[in-house]
């Protein structure tokens, strides 16, 4: 199996601040790769897919890139309502789908 | 609206079954490729198995800690899909989501995930 590392585990930060998350793959998956975003008490949410395509709906300061093993997910100006946890997930090797363990976007 | 709304969980002791639905609605059920991913208090996430549709074969594939356990299957006349859950082990306690996988295909023709929606999830406690 594939396996997603993410850092860090938690960030804190500030409205407006510039937030990057990192996701790293055990192996190589070009650029199958899916974040998500998920509040407390609540469902996950798609953010972006194929590394880099943001999902219809989705606030443009929401971005990511990277391709191989290394991925990022940038939030350019952090609003309240992006507070949450947020997941990355290789969509290249199956079975199985596998995520990353989630990095905690908390209030500085 | 595309909607997905599970039901079914509950508390089970050690070896019991359970069987979770998800009613969909808002979109063409039948042509949906399916998974059910599962969250354990305080965890991650973790996907449990998918079925294509039936144009697609309605094949299923499930995770390793599952296999040869749970059953998943889908009753397109209902737009529902089911996760049968025998021999329930403690380790198997968590919040279970179904999602749609819409997918995407690259140019080699390979089919590739994105899960959206999820339905609100159901929690499955095992325990004595």
């Known amino acids: 199996d594939i396996q997603m590392t993410q850092s860090p585990s938690s960030v804190s930060a500030s409205v407006g601040d510039r937030v990057t998350i990192t996701c790293r793959a055990s192996?190589?998956?070009?650029?199958?790769l899916a974040w998500y975003q998920q509040k407390p008490g609540k469902a996950p949410k798609l953010l972006i897919y194929?590394?880099?395509s943001l999902q219809s709906g989705v606030p443009s300061r929401f971005s990511g890139s990277g391709s191989g093993t290394d991925f990022t997910l940038t939030i350019s100006s952090l609003q309240p309502e992006d507070f949450a946890t947020y997941y990355c997930q290789q969509a290249n090797s199956f079975p199985p789908w596998t995520f990353g363990q989630g990095t905690k976007v908390e209030i500085k | 609206e595309v909607q997905l709304v599970e039901s079914g969980g509950g508390l089970v002791k050690p070896g019991g079954s359970l069987r979770l639905s998800c009613a969909a609605s808002g979109f063409t059920f039948s042509n949906a490729w399916m998974s059910w991913v599962r969250q354990a208090p305080g965890k991650g996430l973790e996907w449990v198995g998918r079925i294509k549709s039936k144009t697609d074969g309605g094949t299923t594939d499930y995770a390793a800690p599952v296999k040869g356990r749970f059953t998943i299957s889908r009753d397109d006349s209902k737009n529902t899909l089911y996760l049968q859950m025998n021999s329930l082990k403690t380790e198997d306690t968590a919040v279970y989501y179904c999602t749609t996988d819409l997918g995407y295909y690259d140019s080699s023709g390979y089919r590739h995930p994105k899960f959206d929606p999820w339905g609100q999830g159901t929690l499955v406690t095992v325990s004595s």
């Open positions: 192996q190589g998956i070009s650029s199958w």
């Open positions: 194929a590394a880099s």
